[in-house]
């Protein structure tokens, strides 16, 4: 970025804040990090059609309301969109005394293969610098590990998110889709029933049912909302228990911890 652009976005941008110009003080900030990789605020449209054609669930979460790209050296290289959680208003029995806008979800990211390793871990701590700075209210954000993953989740270990339990939940896969159990039984007329979800209530005979264990991680922003944490924090799990890596040979893999 020419110097020039740096005086007029502020002293921020030496700290990699990346921000549009405002008449008066510091602009909003849409982005972090510089020209050789940095997470920016992106268009809704794009982010979906990249998780649609490239995630392996391809499949959008329609609450998804942050849309942050990845980019490196300017070329687009993955999403990362966040939201509510699928019930909303669940947010405080997991933490309590959350408000429906203090909390957000991964809900979805997906980076490509020709990204280094470390990406993953890196993306996820400056979106969430990002998220800091752009939207102040947020407390606490959570992200669950998938099963078909793999590694129990080592990238948000890898990020300093804290781990609290898993749980077990039931998907159907239809026509190569998974689908999570709440829509095989979401009722016509509410605002979960789609198109889509009418076909796939319409074919349970032939849709596959899976039971999967998911992960759940919490990095807490607001340090005070740990306190309120109706969940017990356990021990990370080892994916790598039983094969010759060592956990900080792992994470090395994924990138060094993530620095607040």
């Known amino acids: 970025m020419r110097e020039i652009e740096k005086k007029i976005l502020g002293k921020d941008m030496a700290k990699g804040y990346i921000e549009e110009p405002a008449l008066f003080g510091h602009g909003f900030v849409t982005g972090f990090g510089d020209d050789n990789f940095c997470v920016k605020i992106i268009d809704r449209n794009l982010a979906n059609k990249t998780i649609i054609k490239n995630h392996y669930s391809h499949k959008i979460y329609n609450a998804s309301y942050i849309h942050l790209g990845v980019f490196m050296q300017d070329e687009f290289v993955g999403v990362l969109q966040f939201g509510y959680a699928m019930n909303p208003a669940s947010a405080g029995s997991v933490v309590a005394d959350t408000e429906i806008d203090e909390y957000l979800e991964l809900n979805r ?44 989740g080592i990238v948000y270990q890898a990020s300093n998110f804290k781990y609290y339990g898993e749980h077990e939940s039931d998907f159907w896969e239809y026509k190569g889709i998974v689908y999570h159990n709440i829509q095989m039984t979401v009722s016509p007329g509410t605002r979960r029933y789609s198109r889509e979800v009418a076909e796939l209530q319409q074919n349970k005979d032939k849709a596959k049912r899976l039971h999967l264990r998911q992960f759940r991680y919490i990095f807490f922003i607001d340090k005070k909302s740990e306190s309120k944490a109706r969940l017990q924090q356990k021990p990370y799990e080892k994916w790598y228990k039983n094969e010759d890596k060592t956990e900080a040979e792992d994470k090395a893999d994924y990138g060094l911890l993530m620095r607040d």
Do not use: H, T
Request: hydrophobic letters at 40%.
């Open 109 to 152: 990211m997906w980076l490509d293969d020709k990204a280094p390793k470390n990406s993953e871990s890196k993306a996820i701590s400056y979106a969430i610098k990002v998220i800091k700075r752009a939207y102040p209210k947020i407390k606490w954000i959570q992200s669950f590990a998938d099963e078909r993953c793999g590694k129990f």
